[in-house]
């Protein structure tokens, strides 16, 4: 029977693939950003924003799922108490990862994973006032249009009775 492979492996055992990626998570909730390795950072990412998503629920339940995740008290409670909260208008996308130099000690691919903070614009209160100002955007420019196209017709029209 041929061995299960679900994902990529950092090498090593599952299970110490389970301690890496709770570790880096723990450094990447604690210091808001990291810099690793693009393999590292391409698992990370999915595991990190699952984590985050239970943040934002912010229940008993979900703190506690956590903490079998993130064994680390503080850095969970810092998820729950201050970055959950920050994240609630946010619908997914809270990691973001860059592209850095290769390392120069063997040449391996780096990259730096971050949590995006920004606000986002996606509230439904912003989305009506979005929609109010496209549509009086519209509007202004139509009015504009036909007041110049009047304009241009008033223009040919008094041209032909100053030349007479």
Do not use: C
């Amino acid at each position: 029977m041929p061995t299960p492979k679900k994902g990529a492996r950092l090498g090593g055992s599952a299970a110490q693939q389970a301690h890496l990626l709770s570790n880096l998570a723990a450094s990447l909730f604690e210091y808001k950003a990291i810099k690793t390795t693009d393999a590292k950072a391409k698992l990370l990412r999915p595991y990190a924003e699952k984590i985050i998503t239970k943040a934002k629920s912010g229940t008993i339940s979900d703190r506690r799922q956590v903490l079998k995740l993130i064994p680390h008290k503080d850095v969970v409670a810092h998820l729950f108490d201050e970055l959950g909260p920050k994240f609630e208008n946010r619908e997914g996308g809270y990691t973001r990862i860059v592209k850095l130099d290769s390392r120069t000690g063997d040449n391996a691919p780096m990259s730096q994973v971050s949590l995006v903070l920004d606000e986002t614009v996606t509230a439904e209160a912003d989305r009506a006032t979005r929609a109010a100002a496209s549509k009086a955007a519209e509007a202004e420019e139509e009015a504009a249009e036909d007041t110049a196209a009047e304009s241009t017709e008033a223009e040919v029209a008094e041209t032909p009775a100053e030349e007479k």
